[in-house]
């Protein structure tokens, strides 16, 4: 009974103590004035952030369940212009409770709604917060005795606008939603939140080690991290703005496709192919417009390299550096590059283009010591890559390549209505099978040689560029073979035999002890100046023209068997046409005919009025056993001849 009567005296005594504060409460909102609320919060926020707030007269004041005051239409750091630093739909401050009964205003936190932070540069540099900048040093510098204020700030669905005069550059960031741990017992900054730029949700903090020394221009420690679905960046470093500003620390970045960050960022994507994951972590040192990267190491499209780059922003970005590599890809690069048609028969008519190029200037020296493009093998190779007004220049220094040295320059230009394609390359004792099978899907001939190859030319796709293609190239070759036929062996056998056709000679090799090719191309026509063939057993010499953009050849030449068991060589003219993945080479055939001495009269028997009798004898000796007499096979008189028509009937 005695406990009871002690827990209802208890509930009466609390209720008592929750009624008196929720009379206290209610008394309070009507006993406080507005306009002394009003003064409290701005002379607060000036003491703590240095700034002078508009507040108007739009007050809400609210002290059940928790004491806070909302100010509608707030104005930040008005400057000359007019423009506010800040304009914010609502300012909401929570105010601390037990100070409220004793009839102080203090501040707990604020929080902005729907705020509109502009950050404007003038051409000079300075922006619309130096002067802010400069107030909110003053605040923060240490004042004995004084009382330590509210330490949180928060931003709500806020939208920060960033505009550079100078570069005539504007960004946005929009739904921005952060809590700030303002230093009003520490000397920290901290930030955590979230935002959406380009279209893209982005979570990121910054903690800065002593804000003041940061407002100063001192040097302060700095850790950023940004972390995207296209791209997370993290920087742990030191800053400084005096006399510069100055930026040094550990860089890391990571994105599953380059290509997406670059667009996502504002540039173009690049052309060509690859592009996909990358990542790169460096010792980063910032200052006067350039980042300068030591210690890189980076991975792209699974290709890893070391070394030092430079990137700058003044007008064009522009990429310096040295890298070195172990091995590289370059497959995905070109992939991107479609040279012939889907029927895999003729040259692409699709749009070739290279935007991006005109974006970024690049001057890059690359080792590496392989590399692998497509199907082709490349050893230890040194390669400078420049890029200035829209063309890419490739310098090949010095490659071990197809069993020799490749080197030479590649250029590639975006001209508007398509690409402009230069190659000054030179192969020096190479293994002509591969450097002519990876090059140009040519696998007929054997040896070790020289190869130089000049050619220009532009268009809107490749077919187009192939109508323009103008060059040089030139082939010298030793000891060597000419396989998928034997020239000896066909040869042979016409000697003996003109008019034998039978026999498939698509298979062999055709040894020379010499091979030289000079080829000049005008507007796509190639025309061969010169091209010989010297062997053990047979002479080849060539001439006629090819097509590239048609692509067939369309050649006269003369085959000669310089080892036969008479005195006289066996000269033959023959002629190479069709497509270049299977022409057809065929003989002479009045050569052949006037080799033979039974189809020899033929000739002369077609210029003749009455042929009858020759063609007759001839067909007779063509039908006869070549080893024995013709005796087994009929013979036609010139009496018998008219009597056959009546035979066959």
């Not at 601390?96 to 502009?118: N, W």
């Not at 979570?203 to 850790?223: H, I, N, P, Q, Y």
Request: glycine share 10%; net charge negative.
């Amino acid at each position: 009974m005695t406990a009871a009567i002690g827990l209802k005296r208890l509930a009466i005594a609390v209720a008592a103590i929750v009624a008196a504060a929720f009379v206290t409460l209610v008394a309070l909102s009507f006993l406080i004035p507005a306009a002394a609320v009003r003064d409290a919060v701005k002379a607060e926020i000036h003491a703590v952030t240095g700034l002078d707030p508009l507040l108007g007269d739009d007050i809400s004041l609210s002290l059940f369940p928790s004491g806070s005051v909302r100010f509608r239409n707030v104005l930040l750091g008005d400057d000359r212009t007019g423009e506010p630093a800040v304009a914010a739909d609502e300012l909401t401050a929570r105010l601390r409770y037990f100070p409220l009964l004793a009839g102080r205003v203090e501040i707990a936190d604020v929080t902005l709604v729907h705020p509109t932070i502009t950050v404007t540069f003038a051409t000079t540099g300075q922006s619309n917060w130096s002067d802010l900048i400069a107030s909110l040093a003053q605040a923060l510098q240490p004042v004995p005795h004084r009382t330590a204020s509210f330490s949180e700030i928060g931003i709500q669905d806020g939208t920060v606008v960033v505009h550079d005069a100078g570069k005539g550059v504007t960004e946005r960031l929009e739904h921005v939603d952060f809590q700030v741990a303002w230093p009003s017992i520490s000397r920290s900054f901290g930030a955590n939140g979230r935002f959406v730029w380009h279209d893209e949700p982005v979570e990121a903090s910054l903690t800065l080690s002593d804000f003041l020394a940061a407002l100063t221009g001192e040097r302060t420690g700095v850790k950023v991290r940004l972390s995207g679905a296209p791209l997370q960046i993290a920087f742990d470093g030191a800053a400084s703005d005096r006399p510069t500003l100055k930026i040094q620390g550990t860089l890391d970045a990571e994105s599953p496709s380059l290509r997406d960050a670059m667009r996502w960022t504002g540039g173009s994507k690049p052309p060509l192919g690859g592009f996909g994951h990358f990542s790169l972590r460096a010792q980063s040192d910032i200052g006067g417009g350039a980042m300068s990267l030591s210690n890189v190491n980076v991975e792209l499209d699974g290709n890893s390299a070391e070394g030092a780059l430079t990137l700058s922003s003044d007008g064009h970005r522009l990429v310096q550096g040295t890298l070195a590599a172990e091995a590289l890809d370059l497959t995905p690069y070109i992939s991107g590059i479609r040279l012939m048609a889907k029927n895999e028969r003729n040259w692409d008519r699709l749009p070739l283009g290279v935007d991006g190029f005109g974006d970024m200037n690049l001057d890059l020296r690359l080792s590496a010591a392989s590399i692998k493009i497509s199907n082709a093998q490349v050893g230890r190779t040194a390669v400078a890559a420049t890029m200035h007004d829209g063309k890419l220049d490739l310098t090949v220094g010095e490659a071990q390549a197809f069993g020799g040295i490749a080197k030479g320059t590649f250029g590639l230009a975006n001209i508007g209505s398509g690409v402009a394609v230069s190659s000054h390359m030179q192969f020096l004792d190479v293994d002509l099978e591969n450097c002519l099978g990876q090059l140009f899907g040519l696998h007929r001939i054997e040896g070790h040689g020289n190869l130089v190859v000049a050619v220009d030319g532009a268009g809107s796709s490749v077919l187009a560029l192939t109508h323009t293609l103008n060059g040089t190239a030139t082939l010298n070759a030793q000891s060597g073979a000419l396989t998928g036929i034997n020239v000896e062996q066909l040869l042979r056998r016409l000697e003996r035999r003109p008019l034998s056709g039978n026999g498939d000679f698509r298979s062999g090799r055709t040894q020379f002890d010499q091979l030289v090719v000079n080829l000049k191309v005008d507007h796509g026509v190639v025309s061969v100046d010169d091209m010989h063939i010297d062997g053990p057993a047979v002479r080849l010499e060539v001439a006629g023209h090819a097509s590239v953009p048609a692509r067939d050849l369309d050649l006269k030449g003369v085959a000669t068997l310089v080892s036969t068991a008479t005195a006289d060589e066996f000269d033959l003219p023959f002629v190479v046409q069709g497509p270049w993945d299977d022409p057809i080479m065929l003989p002479d055939p009045q050569s052949l005919i006037r080799r033979s001495g039974a189809a020899a009269p033929l000739l002369d028997a077609a210029k003749t009025r009455n042929a009858g009798d020759a063609v007759r004898a001839v067909i007779d000796q063509l039908l006869a056993s070549p080893a024995g007499p013709p005796a087994a096979a009929p013979t036609l008189s010139p009496a018998a001849a008219p009597a056959a028509p009546k035979a066959s009937q």
